[in-house]
């Protein structure tokens, strides 16, 4: 069983930033991920950002780019999203999951909530 613990949300102002945290295990497998989501009241949850673990690459959901980055320090097995120019439509609860590439997400943190 992989725990995921989210840290870091809290409530800031338009424009405001916040730096979310995710302590996991992270695995050195190439095609394995981390991902960053979210979902406000009344609506779906989506993807905001994911990065591999054991490899390059990052993934932005076109609604943060800019403005929204992910890294990972495999030595403190977290992963970060820093969040700049919040907006108030970015208020959600934000969740953090690990996955593999053909698998999907498989494990989920209990969440941390984002007031803007």
């Known amino acids: 069983h992989v725990q995921l613990v989210e840290s870091g949300g809290g409530s800031v102002q338009p424009g405001g930033s916040l730096r979310l945290s995710c302590v996991a295990p992270?695995?050195?497998?190439?095609?394995?991920?981390m991902g960053w989501f979210r979902q406000a009241p009344g609506k779906e949850r989506e993807g905001v950002a994911a990065?591999?673990?054991?490899?390059?690459?990052?993934y932005y959901a076109d609604f943060v780019k800019g403005r929204f980055t992910i890294s990972r320090d495999n030595a403190k097995n977290t992963v970060y999203l820093q969040m700049n120019n919040l907006k108030s439509e970015d208020t959600a609860l934000y969740y953090c999951?690990?996955?593999?590439?053909?698998?999907?997400?498989?494990?989920w943190g209990q969440g941390t909530q984002v007031t803007v």
């Open positions: 999951a690990r996955g593999r590439s053909g698998q999907g997400y498989m494990a």
């Open positions: 992270l695995s050195t497998y190439s095609g394995d991920c």
């Open positions: 990065i591999y673990t054991g490899g390059v690459g990052t």
